[in-house]
Structure formats: structure tokens, C-alpha cells
T-cell receptor
């Protein structure tokens, strides 16, 4: 069974640009979660999508947005990039039913120059 | 989200040692998860706990769901060099599908 896949692995942008990160969940998982992990810090919850709908979002500005497609894959978009957006962005997926655990991809390293 | 206190923040291990870390929350959780993250990779699920008092092992790893439902611990027995990494606890409070994560415990091999 293929795990959660994320692309690209690395992304280099400059301030003010826009970034798009992609995530494919484990087959059969309908929920996708996005987290930001800044260097040396823990995981900060960004967004949760299930069945194409945004179910919850963390304490991040509106320039962080995303969507989930009919095949349950997801995109995270970050507009007007700032230096402090440099981080590892992790995607996780799970079955929504019950207390199913989240399984993570290896992340996209976003560097803002 | 909920605040999870994970301790210790870091630890040094010597091969063969048993090590322990724990996580506490300010509210009741119905799920506790433990993950390990190696450099350049995403967190990997180690153990999932769903019932108060539950004790679950995965090889040399053992984790317990605290009876109060507000804490959990992870033990690593007979540690080996590949145990180094960052261990995260995560919990799901009642009536919420969103996980809260601890800040992580960084495990390093003592020279």
C-alpha cells in the first residue's frame, strides 16, 4: 500500500511569490490534514479537508488556503510568501470514521529567500 | 487547539539503556498516538492507544494511555543507535477529530 505522497520535495521561492504544495493520501483515506513544522519546532495544524470540504483551520492567516479534489488529493496554497513561511509542510491522511490515526508524508521543504 | 506538555524536551541515551518520555494534557483525550520523526522525513506512527489504562507494545516500544485520560507515556527498552530522532505525542480530545501535538522529545546518542 502506497503511503502519503507529497510534491515537490523541495521548493524555493522569494518573498511575495505564491507556492503550491500537493498531497496524495493513502488509498481509501478521505481526510487530509496540513501541518507546518518550522525548524526546531513542533507541528502546527494548518488545515483539515474531508470529502472535499474544509472542516477546520488552524491559527494561520487567510493567505494560507487549500482545497481537496474529488480523488481526495489536496493542494496547499500560500500567497504573498514571507520569510517566516520557510518550513517543512507536512500532509497527513486518515479515515474519518472513528479515531483513526493520521499517517504522514515526508513533507515539502519550502524555503523563502 | 489543546495544549500538550511533552517531557523531557531532549535526552541523551546510551546503547542498552531504557528511556521514558511522557505527555500530559489539560483536558480529557480519547486517543493518544506516538510518532517518531527522522531527519528529512515525516513522522511515522509508532503506537496508537484508544482506551484508558491501555498498555500497548511495538517491539521494544511500550506506551500507555493514562487512567485519568490526560496523560500517556512511551518507554523504549534496550535502546539502540537507530532510536535517535524526535518523538512526538499526539492526542485527540473528546468531540474533536483534530489532533494536538506535543513539542517533541529529541533523543540523541551519548558519545
Amino acid at each position: 500500500e502506497a503511503g502519503v505522497t507529497q510534491s515537490p520535495t523541495h521548493l524555493i521561492k522569494t518573498r511575495g511569490q505564491q507556492a503550491t504544495l500537493r498531497c496524495s493520501p493513502i488509498s481509501g483515506h478521505t481526510s487530509v490534514y496540513w501541518y507546518q513544522q518550522a525548524l526546531g519546532l513542533g507541528l502546527q495544524f494548518l488545515l483539515w479537508y474531508d470529502e472535499g470540504e474544509e472542516r477546520n483551520r488552524g491559527n494561520f492567516p487567510p493567505r494560507f488556503s487549500g482545497r481537496q479534489f474529488p480523488n481526495y488529493s489536496s493542494e496547499l496554497n500560500v500567497n504573498a510568501l514571507e520569510l517566516e513561511d520557510s518550513a517543512l509542510y507536512l500532509c497527513a491522511s486518515s479515515l474519518l470514521r472513528g479515531n483513526q490515526p493520521q499517517h504522514f508524508g515526508d513533507g515539502t521543504r519550502l524555503s523563502i529567500l | 487547539g489543546q495544549q500538550l506538555n511533552q517531557s523531557p524536551q531532549s535526552m541523551f541515551i546510551q546503547e542498552g539503556e531504557d528511556v521514558s518520555m511522557n505527555c500530559t494534557s489539560s483536558s480529557i483525550f480519547n486517543t493518544w498516538l506516538w510518532y517518531k520523526q527522522d531527519p528529512g522525513e515525516g513522522p511515522v506512527l509508532l503506537i496508537a492507544l484508544y482506551k484508558a489504562g491501555e498498555l500497548t507494545s511495538n517491539g521494544r516500544l511500550t506506551a500507555q494511555f493514562g487512567i485519568t485520560r490526560k496523560d500517556s507515556f512511551l518507554n523504549i527498552s534496550a535502546s539502540i543507535p537507530s532510536d535517535v530522532g524526535i518523538y512526538f505525542c499526539a492526542g485527540r480530545p473528546l468531540d474533536d477529530y483534530k489532533l494536538s501535538f506535543g513539542a517533541g522529545t529529541t533523543v540523541t546518542v551519548r558519545a
